[in-house]
Every structure is written in C-alpha cells, then in structure tokens.
C-alpha cells in the first residue's frame, strides 16, 4: 500500500522577492510530490521563509518559527534572516536547519532528511509556469538578485550579496510562460531594477530568433510587446 504524501505547511513572510523564493521552493516540493498543508497541525512539517530587514520584520520571523515549533515541531527555515543563523538558533535552538535567502537546494536537503521524498513522476501536476502564490491575474517577475550600492540605513547587500542579474533571455522565456497561463499583469521585481545588467556588461542572451541585451531599456522594451501590463518596482534611486 502506498504511504501518503508528506505534507509541508508553508509560511512566506517580507517583500515580493522572498514570496518568489517561495514560489519556486514550493514548485520544487510540488514536483516532487509533496503536498501542501494549510494549518500547521495537519503537516508533517513546516517551512518559514523569513524576512531580515528590520527589527519588526525580524520579530515577526521569530515569532512564526515559534508558532510552527508549538503547533508542529518539525521547523525548517530559511530567508533574509537565515543569514544570521545564530539569532534564531539563539532563539530557536530547535529548529531542524536554517540557511539564508536563494538557498532551494538546502531546504530542499532539509526536507528530504526530515521527510523522504515520494515523488513519482507520472503524477507530476506542475504546472509550466511553475506554483504562484498570487492571484492568477498577477505574477511576480525577478530579473536580478543582489545590490551593488552600500546605503548605510540598508541591510539587503549583506542578506542578498551583490548584483547578480539574470540574462534577459531567461526573464523573457519566463515571462512568456506566465502569459501564456493567463496573466495580465508582470511585476518585475529585483533589489534595484535600473541596475540591472551592470555586473554582466549588459551581455546578450538569445530569445527566439534573436539576441537581448541583458540591460534595463531594452528588457522593458521586449516585455512591453507580450500585450500584458508591466509595472517596474524598485527602480533606484
């Protein structure tokens, strides 16, 4: 007889960025068969991806690892916060891993240790443009990761590193897929938007018959032909 799938509740806390972290940890649990709980009580374990950037947002992190913890007690975390292990494992000490933001593979780690993976690949139900965790009107869409510029009031560089920006061709495709699933509106997202393609000398990649410069003017100007809205967020300064 076969086992039930392992059933993981998930919390998203922070800014867009971290819920696209979100979204493709949780396609990735998905794809391998992996159900989704919506109450901690009735998972097998609980993720929390966690927000660093002020001391409310960090409050806040603690506090849902805390409620996972008493209503679950399998706790995986991850995030902005999972930078600075310490002040949750301080807090926490028995949580079951931490690792910052971006880390899919290490939550992934994480998970497999603590509950064995049941994939089967002939009941894959993924969708192509991967599992959104908004509206089906809406989708987010990073193009970079990272900043360059040293604010002194900002913590981000040191939670996300540098700029690292994703070639123009990849966004594009990606974006793609998301109107072809019946989006009307793109977000693009990143941690400074009018940076974006500095660290790759605005290198161009292939899409279709043609090549992109991974450069901001000419990114919004391929996104601005797929006949959706395209709101640009976080453009520095």
């Known amino acids: 007889m076969d086992r039930p799938a392992p059933r993981i509740s998930f919390v998203s806390l922070g800014c867009p ?23 901690h009580a009735g998972a097998d374990a609980v993720i ?11 409050a806040e992190s603690l506090a849902a690892i805390r409620a996972g913890l008493e209503e679950n007690g399998k706790v995986i975390v991850t995030g902005c916060m999972g930078a600075e292990p310490e002040q949750i494992m301080a807090a ?7 690792s910052g933001p971006q880390a899919y593979d290490s939550v992934m780690e994480a998970v497999h240790r603590a509950l064995p993976a049941p994939h089967d690949p002939f009941l894959d139900l993924v969708p192509e443009q991967g599992v959104k965790l908004t509206p089906r009107h809406y989708a987010y869409l990073k193009i970079s990761e990272g900043c360059n ?15 690292v920006s994703r070639p123009a061709g990849d966004v594009l495709r990606e974006a793609e897929k ?13 941690q400074d938007t009018g940076a974006y393609g500095i660290d790759t ?10 090549e992109v ?3 901001f003017i000419d990114l919004a100007r391929e996104l601005g032909s797929l006949g959706v809205w395209t709101r640009l967020h976080y453009v520095y300064p």
């Open 17 to 39: 960025k971290a819920l696209v972290d979100s979204e493709r940890i949780v396609t990735r649990l998905r794809a391998e068969g992996y159900e989704l709980a919506k109450t």
């Open 48 to 58: 929390v991806n966690t927000c660093g950037f002020l001391d409310s947002a960090k």
């Open 92 to 98: 926490h000490p028995g949580v079951l891993a931490v």
């Open 149 to 163: 510029n040293t604010c002194s009031f900002c913590i981000i560089p040191k939670l996300r590193g540098k700029l």
């Open 178 to 190: 998301l109107v072809r699933a019946g989006v009307k509106e793109l977000l693009v997202i990143s």
């Open 201 to 210: 000398r605005y290198a161009a990649s292939s899409f279709g018959d043609r």
């Open 213 to 215: 410069r991974t450069k």
